[in-house]
């Protein structure tokens, strides 16, 4: 599928004002933003386990995912994580096209479902902000402007408190909030830093962040094809495009397109979706709404604009769940599950134990054999635990020369020790030993290791 770029514009950047009207899909991207800023705002302070439910903190390297903690050891996951993520991303784009950024993505909930929002309710519908706008600096535009703003200011404050509470903790945030600015100076600042971010972006850069900072965009072009299911303009039905005539109440000529312009003025990145699709198409479905909405009042079937594949709409094809589409919903639901079966799995303790280099077995007082070796335990949990390495067979002996003693949260112990076997027990130059990592008591890991003594004739 081509995407058709938007043509370059040598004036200043054209301020977009979009109409704002209520429809089916609307209303469905209300209730889901209803629920995203539920979760978002309470996301770090639910617990799972005592652990918060998301936290990247990239300072002391520690991540905890839906209760899970992750440390750098587990640098492997975060590859696997970042493979299955690209895969999907490109696999789901190829399917649905830029739904993603329509619906989900954090930057057009923010911007269209509540600073939108906030903007229309003071300052009135598209047609008003623009003559407000445009006109001289009134007692009302100063009073209105500067509620705007404050409120503005107020929103990416809470933003950037939740944000910040997501890279420290909530506990560290509350801290911040309710003890002495110089104890925290530099969390108040960062929290400042935040706000003032995320106010520009959402008070002058807006739609630019769709459509010139974000990648997915531009990379969009190259990942659509004649398959893949977007927001598009059936332009077979609608054209040619006539204006209704209201003496007869029919179209002249036949399109179904009253070219009202109606679908443009709801755009929030001012593109005319009747010009094929384009990268800044977020597919936010706000003119699906608008012109369902015309085809009802002149009595005509909806979806003139839908989500639509090319082939669909060159072949009369409905929108339907095509093969290729479950195939790939199926392959990122295996990969989501594989991914989510190494985190939930995974052992909040390593061991690793490697027999010393170069060094053969050596004999001992009282007919015992022995061989050193060298380990390390790894705690990946986030308390602090006190470990003991113990052979499973109860024949084999070990004998510290470095106790491992207490690991804290997130770190690692190297020992070292010896294992000793009776020369009367070993029968082959090698014998495989399995060792159990225990804590509290309880095995939580076990681990085999090879064991070198002369065999017994």
């Given at each position: 599928m081509d995407v058709q770029p938007k043509p370059k514009e040598t004036e200043k950047r054209r301020w977009i004002y979009p109409l704002i009207r209520k429809g089916q899909l609307y209303n469905w991207r209300s209730r889901i933003s209803y629920a995203y800023l539920a979760l978002f705002f309470a996301g770090p302070f639910i617990r799972i386990g005592g652990q918060p439910l998301l936290l990247l903190n990239f300072v002391d390297r520690q991540f905890v995912i839906l209760g899970q903690v992750f440390w750098p050891q587990d640098i492997f996951l975060f590859v696997l994580a970042s493979l299955v993520f690209i895969v999907c991303v490109v696999l789901f784009t190829i399917a649905y096209g830029r739904i993603f950024c329509g619906w989900v993505c954090p930057q057009t909930i923010f911007m269209e479902m509540y600073f939108r929002k906030i903007e229309q309710w003071i300052e009135g519908d598209a047609n008003k902000q623009k003559k407000l706008d445009a006109g001289t600096w009134t007692t009302n535009k100063i009073l209105k402007k500067?509620?705007?703003?404050?409120?503005?200011?107020?929103?990416?404050?809470?933003?950037?408190?939740?944000?910040?509470?997501?890279?420290?903790?909530?506990?560290?945030?509350?801290?911040?909030?309710?003890?002495?600015?110089?104890?925290h100076w530099a969390g108040f600042f960062s929290i400042w830093v935040f706000t003032l971010i995320f106010y520009i972006i959402y008070s002058r850069i807006r739609e630019l962040v769709c459509t010139v900072i974000c990648p997915y965009g531009r990379l969009q072009g190259v990942m659509l094809d004649k398959d893949t299911l977007v927001v598009a303009y059936d332009e077979i039905r609608g054209e040619p495009r006539g204006k209704l005539n209201k003496s007869?109440?029919?179209?002249?000529?036949?399109?179904?397109?009253?070219?009202?312009?109606?679908?443009?003025?709801?755009?929030?990145?001012?593109?005319?979706?009747?010009?094929?699709t384009q990268m800044e198409c977020v597919n936010c479905t706000a003119c699906i709404d608008v012109c369902n909405d015309v085809m009802a009042k002149i009595h005509k079937p909806p979806e003139l604009i839908g989500f639509y594949s090319e082939n669909m709409i060159r072949n009369r094809q409905r929108p339907t769940f095509t093969t290729r589409m479950m195939g790939y919903s199926v392959i990122i639901a295996v990969m989501m599950t594989v991914l989510c079966y190494f985190i939930f799995s995974r052992a909040d303790m390593d061991l690793t134990i490697m027999r010393s280099a170069g060094m053969l077995y050596q004999k001992q007082t009282g007919g015992l054999i022995s061989n050193i070796y060298n380990a390390e335990v790894i705690n990946k949990s986030s308390t602090v635990r006190s470990i003991?390495?113990?052979?499973?067979?109860?024949?084999?002996?070990?004998?510290?020369?470095?106790?491992?003693?207490?690991?804290?949260?997130?770190?690692?112990?190297?020992?070292?020790?010896?294992?000793?076997?009776?020369?009367?027990?070993?029968?082959?130059?090698?014998?495989?030993?399995?060792?159990?990592?225990?804590?509290?008591?309880?095995?939580?890991?076990?681990?085999?290791?090879?064991?070198?003594?002369?065999?017994?004739?």
């Open positions: 500067a509620i705007k703003h404050i409120l503005f200011l107020l929103f990416s404050f809470l933003i950037a408190n939740t944000f910040l509470a997501y890279i420290i903790g909530s506990v560290a945030l509350i801290k911040i909030i309710t003890e002495s600015v110089q104890l007869t109440d029919t179209l002249q000529p036949k399109g179904d397109c009253v070219d009202c312009g109606l679908c443009v003025q709801v755009c929030p990145t001012g593109i005319d979706i009747r010009q094929g003991l390495i113990s052979p499973a067979d109860s024949a084999v002996k070990v004998k510290y020369i470095q106790q491992p003693g207490k690991i804290n949260a997130g770190s690692s112990v190297k020992t070292v020790f010896f294992l000793l076997i009776r020369a009367s027990d070993i029968h082959a130059p090698k014998t495989e030993i399995k060792i159990n990592l225990l804590f509290n008591n309880k095995i939580i890991q076990t681990v085999s290791t090879t064991f070198v003594g002369p065999p017994n004739d």
